[in-house]
């Protein structure tokens, strides 16, 4: 089952609040988040769960805490008429005392997770069973120069807007002003995911939160919603996995800067794909999605036309693997039958994903890998 939860207005769902008993839970907090950096193959897992094992983990969102916000979660958010007791004190504690170096990125992680037996190689399936959203509101903002229009000077400058999540009969809508101080609002349809899952890197030195890579990362790709599994390349064993960026709300593109950003309480389950099983996909780069009956491929690179290209080339690898498809055919399908969008184009490496349709093909190859990625495509 797929859910998506809000938290009523004036209740938050704060550290720990409404966590089954039974289910290993990863909160976030000072000593289980990373602002700006991402995990290294050195990092001691701050949990550790097993293969196939479903767990609860939080997030949180870097949005009203940032220097250029005054650091303040309880005076930003104050500012637009959020009450103190309805800012998450997890939000406050990490504000004040989790370090972020100038030159870091905005993000903040939790993790890693130990997924125990994971080994360099396999691929890790990441189901999104279920979100949460912590808080009935949350932040736009374009700041820094990131936009897509920065430099054209007509909307130059640095600011936001808090958007309240208000209940409707078919699910949530976000509220944001029609103009400044209007009582009138424009409202859009709520769909939470989480913009950065991924694993540590083996590297040498920490990622940049903004820059995803082969290990996932800052992906931006709302597809990956409840019933959407990611499948994440492993570079280290045990894996550790992180998550974090967690949006209430996005346009593909992205275009301002950051999407209607605020925290997720997220339901996992975990299962290890062993290396030996990926021979069909070794060409594959990077990682990949499927759910609510698509194959999401994705490319990544600074340019959005290479980006293009490598999402393409996954796309048509994919096909290959999983149906069966002759290659030249499949490039020609992918031509007249999928949809590539540009999952984000405001951070320094770019993103596009595709959406290549189940039901279009008749069968799915007789291989353990192709079963388990189209069982979670479903």
């Known amino acids: 089952m797929t859910v998506v939860t809000a938290s009523p207005v004036g209740q938050p769902i704060q550290s720990s609040e409404g966590v089954e008993s039974d289910v290993t839970y990863v909160p976030a907090g000072p000593n289980t988040v990373i602002w700006g950096r991402l995990p290294l193959r050195i990092d001691t897992p701050i949990a550790s769960v097993e293969d196939g094992e479903t767990f609860i983990i939080d997030t949180v969102s870097h949005e009203g805490i940032m220097p250029d916000q005054g650091s303040d979660p309880v005076a930003f958010f104050g500012r637009s008429g959020i009450p103190a007791t309805d800012v998450l004190r997890d939000t406050v504690a990490i504000s004040r005392s989790v370090v972020r170096e100038e030159g870091d990125g905005p993000h903040i992680a939790t993790g890693p997770v130990a997924i125990r037996g994971a080994k360099v190689g396999d691929l890790l399936a990441v189901h999104i069973n279920a979100l949460d959203m912590r808080t009935s509101y949350g932040v736009i903002s374009t700041r820094h120069g990131r936009g897509v229009l920065a430099g054209g000077g007509a909307i130059e400058g640095n600011y936001s807007a808090v958007c309240i999540v208000e209940p409707v009969s078919c699910g949530h809508v976000g509220a944001i002003s029609l103009t400044p101080g209007s009582g009138e609002t424009v409202r859009f349809p709520i769909a939470p995911f989480l913009g950065m899952m991924g694993v540590a890197s083996d590297s040498a030195s920490r990622p940049h939160s903004t820059l995803p890579g082969l290990y996932g ?162």
């Open 217 to 378: 990362g800052n992906t931006d790709v709302k597809l990956l919603n409840p019933g959407s599994t990611l499948f994440l390349p492993v570079q280290v064993d045990d894996a550790l996995l992180f998550v974090g960026d967690p949006h209430y709300a996005q346009g593909n593109g992205e275009v301002a800067l950051t999407a209607l950003e605020a925290p997720l309480r997220a339901k996992l389950t975990v299962d290890i794909i062993p290396g030996e099983l990926l021979v069909d996909i070794a060409s594959v780069e990077g990682p990949f999605a499927a759910g609510h009956g698509m194959i999401v491929p994705m490319g990544l690179s600074e340019n959005l036309d290479l980006a293009m290209r490598r999402c393409t080339a996954n796309a048509l690898e994919l096909v290959v693997a999983i149906f069966g498809m002759d290659r030249h055919l499949a490039y020609l399908y992918l031509s007249a039958a999928v949809d590539f969008s540009v999952s984000q184009a405001v951070d320094i490496v770019k993103g596009v994903h595709g959406a290549v349709r189940v039901s279009d093909f008749p069968s799915v190859r007789d291989t353990t890998l192709a079963r388990f990625i189209l069982r979670a495509a479903k």
